[in-house]
């Protein structure tokens, strides 16, 4: 059954109306789903949708609600905060993680980021296009919210607000991912991955102090996209998601 996200604002309590022209387009004219062909909708923050096409003109689609799947509640929320690394890796990390059900992505500026923000941030409508399609393609019912660009420093308090945040380091050689989450019965959870080179000194100094708990990813020196997979992986195993 072919899936499309539609905002909370756009489902009534009979009709959902799909205006996004991207859409319209994909379903009208790529897949041709003719009037009374069912489709998937979420509004992706947790409810589904079987849904009937009931009218298709050029600007919009109607559907009648047929089956409402209840909301999903997540027994944890992993939120990653990545560096943003050379080239197009940030897409795959957007990919992955969607598909792994992150509940948020931040891009990092750190000491050696090589990118700034305003020339990431003017990728973010294509990093939401590749989010979209991960999520369709998954079945994940919650959509990530990719932020914008933020320095680290500027980050950083916001680790105050998570029931617990972990910063994988090359400096930290025995603490694992296992470990840290021993008694550990909170809901949200973050993981912060740094550069190519890891944080600096000064920057892990500064996030232990916010409070942060550094962990090891093991012995091999991991690229940027695979330690962000990586984590929010065993985040999922170990906390049963």
């Given at each position: 059954?072919?899936?499309?996200?539609?905002?909370?604002?756009?489902?009534?309590?009979?009709?959902?109306?799909?205006?996004?022209?991207?859409?319209?387009?994909?379903?009208?004219?790529?897949?041709?789903?003719?009037?009374?062909?069912?489709?998937?909708?979420?509004?992706?923050?947790?409810?589904?949708?079987?849904?009937?096409?009931?009218?298709?003109?050029?600007?919009?689609?109607?559907?009648?609600?047929?089956?409402?799947?209840?909301?999903?509640?997540?027994?944890?929320?992993?939120?990653?905060?990545?560096?943003?690394?050379?080239?197009?890796?940030?897409?795959?990390i957007v990919d992955k993680c969607t598909q792994l059900g992150v509940?948020?992505?931040?891009?990092?500026?750190?000491?050696?980021?090589?990118?700034?923000?305003?020339?990431?941030?003017?990728?973010?409508?294509?990093?939401?296009?590749?989010?979209?399609?991960?999520?369709?393609?998954?079945?994940?019912?919650?959509?990530?919210?990719?932020?914008?660009?933020?320095?680290?420093?500027?980050?950083?308090?916001?680790?105050?607000?998570?029931?617990?945040?972990?910063?994988?380091?090359?400096?930290?050689k025995s603490m694992t991912i296992k470990k840290s989450l021993e008694?550990?019965?909170?809901?949200?959870?973050?993981?912060?991955?740094?550069?190519?080179?890891?944080?600096?000194?000064?920057?892990?100094?500064?996030?232990?102090?916010?409070?942060?708990?550094?962990?090891?990813?093991?012995?091999?020196?991991?690229?940027?996209?695979?330690?962000?997979?990586?984590?929010?992986?065993?985040?999922?195993?170990?906390?049963?998601?």
């Open positions: 059954m072919n899936r499309f996200f539609v905002e909370k604002k756009y489902i009534g309590d009979t009709t959902i109306e799909i205006s996004d022209a991207a859409d319209v387009r994909h379903l009208a004219r790529v897949l041709r789903i003719p009037q009374g062909e069912a489709v998937f909708i979420s509004d992706g923050q947790g409810t589904g949708y079987v849904a009937q096409v009931s009218r298709i003109s050029k600007n919009s689609v109607v559907l009648k609600i047929i089956e409402r799947q209840l909301s999903v509640e997540r027994k944890a929320v992993i939120s990653l905060a990545c560096a943003i690394p050379k080239n197009a890796r940030f897409e795959d509940g948020s992505i931040a891009p990092l500026v750190t000491e050696r980021t090589l990118v700034s923000k305003t020339v990431f941030n003017k990728k973010l409508d294509r990093l939401n296009r590749v989010m979209i399609a991960a999520a369709k393609q998954s079945g994940v019912l919650f959509l990530p919210e990719i932020k914008e660009a933020v320095g680290f420093l500027e980050f950083l308090p916001q680790a105050a607000g998570f029931d617990l945040a972990l910063l994988p380091n090359l400096s930290e008694g550990f019965s909170g809901k949200r959870v973050l993981v912060m991955i740094g550069p190519e080179g890891d944080f600096t000194p000064g920057e892990i100094s500064l996030a232990l102090e916010a409070g942060c708990r550094g962990i090891s990813l093991g012995e091999s020196v991991l690229r940027v996209d695979t330690a962000a997979i990586c984590a929010v992986s065993f985040l999922r195993l170990y906390l049963g998601l």
